[in-house]
């Protein structure tokens, strides 16, 4: 009995340990280090508008051909960049607009990223986070809020397609 008595003792401090852990690896998860790394501005954003213009235009120019939506792609801004570069129509659209592929993997992916989290989550996931440019981040995508959830993804589509 005294066994059992001292092998709880032990373990109730390693299991609620691992449970505190687990938390803290989870919420880690909702806010990536893409977030918390890539300040998004409103030059920003009206470049992303002008892009989505000239994406849309473009898409009506190509074929009606079907696509298969790779989720590896969108994974990280390298892999995102990749794809983009290996793109001549869409990389053209960014250089008349002043934007690298970095840049716009970044910004769009962020955007995506704090979007989710604000329509998804609770807010107390998110509320004890104290990087400032993540905080910056989610208070432009508050501030645009309309703007962000009407960007329409036809430069995704063009990207696929092309």
Do not use: W
Not at 21 to 34: C, W
Not at 75 to 84: P, V
Not at 132 to 141: A, H, P, S, T
């Amino acid at each position: 009995m005294f066994k059992l008595a001292l092998c709880l003792l032990f373990l109730v401090p390693f299991v609620s340990y691992a449970q505190e852990k687990k938390q803290e690896t989870d919420r880690a998860s909702l806010i990536s280090l893409l977030t918390k790394n890539y300040l998004l501005t409103e030059n920003f954003l009206l470049k992303l508008e002008k892009i989505e213009r000239e994406c849309k235009n473009l898409l009506t120019e190509i074929e009606n051909d079907s696509f298969t939506y790779d989720s590896s792609i969108f994974s990280s801004i390298e892999n995102y960049t990749t794809y983009i570069s290996s793109k001549p129509k869409f990389m053209n659209i960014l250089k008349e607009n002043n934007l690298t592929p970095k840049d716009f993997a970044a910004g769009t992916l962020t955007l995506e990223g704090i979007l989710m989290l604000l329509v998804f989550t609770y807010e107390k996931e998110y509320s004890s986070e104290k990087n400032i440019i993540f905080l910056k981040n989610l208070e432009f995508v508050k501030k645009h809020f309309y703007k962000v959830t009407t960007l329409p993804g036809n430069c995704k589509e063009l990207i696929m397609k092309d």
